[in-house]
């Protein structure tokens, strides 16, 4: 999986540079990266435990960037960009609950939670 880029985002480049122009106006200099990456982050843990497409993905973690800029810039989203975030969060819920028919992914071996360090071979300090 590799992590999503701003090209990768469901917008043209028009506007995607106008946002990008706009917000670097208001001093928010690196914005569009910051968001990029938090997001990327961000719907990859919510997601983790299931097998879910990379374009799925991909136009939840656009829906999220977009919503994260537009909220930067005016506080407000155009209509079907709005309509596009409030459908991603609806199933992002969705796959995070478990709610979704997304098989799950394999099981991740259980960690030792009993304690006690290992540091240069003593087993505490």
Known sequence: ???????????????????????ENLGQRDAVENAVVARDRYVRDQTARYIVPEDTLMRLWSAYVLFDLYTLLTGEMPANRKIAYDEAVKEMREIRDGDSTYPLAEAQPERDTQGGADWGGCKEI
């Open 1 to 23: 999986m590799a992590a999503f880029a701003k090209t990768n985002l469901s917008i043209g480049d028009a506007e995607l540079t106008e946002i990008q122009e706009a917000l």
